[in-house]
């Protein structure tokens, strides 16, 4: 198997415009998730695709590999349009916000679709247990619950489940927007019109589910941050040490 990892960059995010050009250490986040998803050695290429000059000469500048896109709604539909044309099996999306994902995770990822003999599994993605009350009711964590065999049933920025019965722990996760794709279900995605429910939570994973593919998810321990707001940049930049330019 050819396993690519796509970073998808956007310069105008919704909540924290230029977040991805914020500096972190020594870099800008962009480029720090860059440099840490290659330095995994898991890949035989990494590219950000973007529709962004300044990312797109960002990662130029550190000697990385990136690809100018249209503008897209979600970042599976700008991997899409990047990869359409190149010789790969498996494609890992790394979230450009999410700069400081592990080895251990994105391995097994990828060993999903080793032993995904019938082909039956559309993507793998990850899922984080969640403790904290304020981090379960937070609408920026995207919720998931599973099947039995953990497979996604649904995704939600409200709680899910809901804990009707107190007599019963109730166990939630979050949705850690990792994803790994066999080629032909991200082409085909690009191909699907946005679905009600996708629309509504602003959740792309949804169209996968609305279109009746099969989402593996798998349970990580792995604590990150993900930036979505300015405050979470100050928690990243918490979790590393001061570096000298």
Known sequence: ???????????????????????????????????????????DEVFVATDSEIIFNEIQQ???????????????????????HLDCDIVINVQGDEPFLKTGPLKQLIEVFRHDENREISLASLKIRLHEEQEIQSPNNVKVITDLQNF??????????????KSIDATYYKHIGVYAFRKEALLKFATLMMTPLEKLEKIECLRYLENGMKIKMIETDFVGVGIDVPEDLEKARAMISPKKP
């Open 1 to 43: 198997m050819k396993i690519i990892a796509v970073i998808p960059a956007r310069y105008e995010a919704s909540r924290f415009p230029g977040k991805l050009m914020e500096i972190l250490g020594n870099r800008t986040v962009i480029a720090t998730t860059y440099q840490n998803v290659k330095e995994t050695g898991l890949f």
């Open 62 to 84: 550190i000697g990385g590999n990136a690809v100018m896109t249209g503008q897209h709604e979600t970042g599976s539909d700008r991997i899409a349009e990047a990869v359409q």
């Open 152 to 165: 996604a049933m649904y995704f939600s920025r409200s709680v899910i489940p809901f804990h009707r019965e």
